[in-house]
């Protein structure tokens, strides 16, 4: 049972350029986020989906795009990166009735140049 | 505006002390309060949780400590470990919901 799993671990961009970080869980889970961890920042949320198809923003969406197709993965899109882009990225998933209770997966390392 | 405020940033203990972190919140409508831990390189992982109908919550050396008068909840470690060292994270989630809002996070270290 792999979880949720993020790909890739450590990307590098140039500004301007575009790239899509994937998140993808094995559990059956109906929600998956997207947060960002900055220092001293905390956790905060992208963007989210509650199932299939449901996408919503969070607090700092701007400049981030995400599509739920399948329960199963959730990725989120830099279309034009941004050197305050430079994060890392955890995608988390949680059935609906276990409220609070996230999984992450191990992080993205984004940094855009 | 921050929701769950979370002090203090950075916390140095001895093996065996208790260190303490401390969040509070303003809304009322939060009625799940949950502390995720997260070592070096890896993704939180939730620790333990609390709901306001009770005062304290125990697992193994980790107790929280709720004032729901105040708007207040702590976590205490007993006995500290040099394992314990993580990044701590408080967060309170809505009625109804199931979107947590995190406090900005503690940084433990337990020297040996």
């Known amino acids: 049972n792999a979880g949720v799993t993020q790909t890739p671990k450590f990307q590098v961009l140039k500004t301007g350029q575009s790239m899509t970080l994937q998140c993808a869980q094995d559990?059956?889970?109906?929600?998956m986020s997207w947060y960002r961890q900055d220092p001293g920042m905390g956790l905060r949320l992208i963007h989210y989906?509650?199932?299939?198809?449901?996408?919503d923003q969070g607090e700092v969406p701007n400049g981030y795009n995400v599509s739920r197709s399948t329960t199963e993965d959730f990725p989120l899109r830099l279309l034009s990166a941004a050197p305050s882009q430079t994060s890392v990225y955890f995608c988390?998933?949680?059935?609906?009735?276990?409220?609070?209770?996230?999984?992450f997966g191990e992080g993205s390392r984004l940094t855009v140049l | 505006q921050q929701q769950v405020k979370q002090s203090p940033q950075s916390l140095i203990v001895q093996k065996g002390g208790i260190p303490i972190i401390n969040c509070a919140y303003e809304?009322?409508?939060?009625?799940?309060f949950p502390w995720y831990q997260q070592f070096p390189g890896k993704g939180p992982a939730l620790l333990i949780a609390?709901?306001?109908?009770?005062s304290e919550k125990k697992e193994g050396r980790f107790t929280i400590s709720f004032n729901k008068s105040a708007k207040q909840f702590s976590l205490h470690i007993m006995d500290s470990q040099p394992g314990d060292s993580a990044t701590y994270f408080c967060?309170?989630?809505?009625?109804?919901?199931?979107?947590?809002?995190f406090g900005r996070g503690t940084s433990l270290i337990v020297h040996p």
């Open positions: 988390a998933s949680s059935y609906s009735n276990l409220v609070g209770e996230l999984f």
């Open positions: 559990m059956n889970h109906e929600y």
């Open positions: 989906s509650v199932g299939a198809g449901i996408t």
């Open positions: 809304n009322t409508a939060f009625d799940y």
């Open positions: 609390i709901r306001p109908d009770v």
């Open positions: 967060a309170a989630v809505k009625g109804g919901s199931y979107i947590p809002t």
